[in-house]
């Protein structure tokens, strides 16, 4: 059957619309699961819509909507987003799909089975932004205001069903520290081990429907009350794939991809995703993700982002930037500018500057040169290789690319990826400059030793390209094409060097990446 590879994101709340923050976990999901694609990989994508929960409900009765009328209005935002961005996603999950809610009970009569849930009452602090408890010791650190939003925190008490999370504290804290892979970067474990060793109390997963609108998942055993929006959500990554299977379309097929290979995070949901859900995993007796990846926050300019301060990139403005300068420039600076996992600042200058380096003067460049080369010295054709060209240097750097992607991709370290393609580019135009084929093409007893320089220079492209095409689908197939290679390729069988025909005709070339001034 071959290697497996899942990837999630984390399903959107539809209380707002999409952002740099969303369009930065998707975008990274989507290269890796294009890289996973082109190595030959049986791959699944899953993104999605958050739309239950007093957030939702809130927003909803603001703007004179049902739950259901803003859900179904802000949704096609999300999806129309991801088509605009090139998203690969093979799945589209919302909280409200029939298939969920009718899993999510199943899920819950499992629970229920299992002692896992009992009735109690709640009363304490809830923070309604982050739709999650906050204890009493937490709610005094932070003056009663949410950590996160900065809002005042809500006081409740009410019935509830509650879940058995402290009985799984010590299989969990095993569990983490026995798979230093299962949380990442580190930074993110060592704070979730940190938290675990102040002990865990039982979570609180229901809400009165009447108070919600009847907006949510009913218990099986309690339709006066529907699920905690947090167990609704996490549970996603599984129903979406047909568990547990409830005699429908989607129950067969898909339920092999689990264990997720990754899930991708933003740091702010790292705690409801490495303790609730891994227990709640635990006591269906799932097997546990095998990585979650919390990545960091992005501010603009230099600041946090507001929409009173005229810094907010929101949908638009990434849509104007993307437009001006390309889609895949946008999905290429956001993975290149920032180690994934750390904090990033999003500047217009900073992505002019990256375009221009890498991109124009970098990749565009070096393709220009070559095809132009190659077309005026030797009728567009792909020159024959030669030892003598002298093209260690660039042969060198195109091995420790070769070297460095798999085990890059595995880390997610997307900008330690690119370092390598860049040092590829930045060799071969190096190469180009010390050899100076130009001059060479006027000396006819140069002409083979020219014909090897410019061949290395289009195996470089070749490379760079191909191992770009993850990150900038679009502008990749553009380049191959000026090569004269098309159709789909698989990186695992392109990726390596030595593979162009000397005698293969070239394509037309064309600017890849204008200057922008």
């Not at 890289?35 to 409900?57: M, N, P, S």
């Not at 009985?167 to 569990?175: D, F, G, H, S, T």
């Not at 009728?379 to 750097?397: C, F, L």
């Not at 004269?484 to 005698?503: E, I, M, S």
């Amino acid at each position: 059957m071959g290697q497996k590879f899942y990837v999630t994101t984390p399903i959107y709340y539809v209380n707002d619309s999409p952002h740099i923050g969303h369009a930065y976990t998707t975008i990274a999901a989507d290269v890796l699961a294009r890289y996973h694609r082109a190595c030959g990989h049986q791959t699944w994508f899953l993104t999605g819509a958050d739309e239950h929960g007093v957030k939702i409900v809130k927003a909803a009765a603001e703007k004179g909507l049902t739950p259901r009328q803003l859900a179904d209005s802000v949704v096609v935002h999300f999806q129309e987003f991801w088509k605009f961005l090139n998203i690969s996603n093979d799945d589209f999950i919302r909280t409200s799909d029939a298939r969920h809610e009718k899993r999510l009970q199943a899920i819950m009569e499992r629970l229920l089975q299992r002692d896992q849930v009992y009735q109690g009452k709640y009363e304490g602090w809830y923070d309604e932004g982050q739709e999650e408890f906050v204890t009493e010791s937490a709610a005094r650190e932070n003056q009663y205001q949410s950590a996160i939003s900065g809002k005042p925190l809500v006081r409740y008490s009410e019935p509830s069903w509650f879940f058995r999370l402290s009985q799984w504290r010590e299989k969990l804290l095993a569990y983490i520290q026995a798979h230093p892979e299962f949380i990442r970067p580190e930074s993110r474990r060592n704070e979730v081990l940190s938290k675990l060793a102040d002990g865990l109390e039982d979570l609180s997963i229901s809400r009165s429907l009447a108070k919600l609108d009847n907006w949510g998942v009913s218990l099986p055993n309690d339709p006066t009350h529907c699920v905690y929006v947090w167990i609704d959500a996490l549970s996603n990554y599984i129903t979406a794939l047909g568990y547990p299977p409830i005699g429908q379309e989607g129950d067969q097929g898909r339920w092999d991809f689990w264990p997720a290979s990754l899930q991708l995070i933003g740091k702010d949901i790292l705690w409801f995703h490495t303790v609730y859900w891994p227990c709640l995993l635990m006591a269906l007796d799932v097997p546990l993700p095998r990585t979650i990846f919390a990545h960091g926050w992005w501010t603009s300019e230099g600041k946090k982002m507001s929409k009173s301060l005229g810094n907010f990139v929101s949908r638009e403005v990434i849509t104007e930037l993307c437009n001006e300068y390309s889609r895949d420039a946008f999905r290429y600076f956001v993975l290149r500018e920032v180690p994934f996992g750390a904090d990033g600042d999003f500047s217009r200058q900073a992505f002019q500057l990256r375009y221009n380096v890498d991109l124009a003067n970098g990749v565009g460049n070096l393709l220009a040169r070559t095809v132009n080369m190659i077309g005026r010295y030797f009728q567009a054709q792909v020159p024959q290789p030669d030892p003598s060209a002298g093209a260690q240097p660039v042969q060198q750097a195109a091995e420790a690319l070769i070297a460095a992607a798999g085990p890059a991709m595995e880390q997610c370290r997307f900008n330690a990826y690119l370092d390598k393609v860049q040092d590829l580019v930045n060799a071969t135009n190096k190469f180009i400059d010390v050899t100076e084929p130009f001059k060479l093409a006027k000396d006819a007893t140069q002409r083979q030793r020219l014909g090897g320089i410019l061949y290395a220079c289009a195996e470089a492209v070749r490379l760079v390209l191909s191992y770009l095409e993850p990150f900038m689908p679009d502008k990749a197939a553009e380049g191959l094409s000026q090569l004269g290679l098309a159709g789909p390729r698989r990186l695992d069988q392109v990726g390596r060097w030595g593979l162009l025909t000397p005698g293969q005709a070239l394509g037309k070339a064309a600017m890849l990446f204008p200057r922008k001034l």
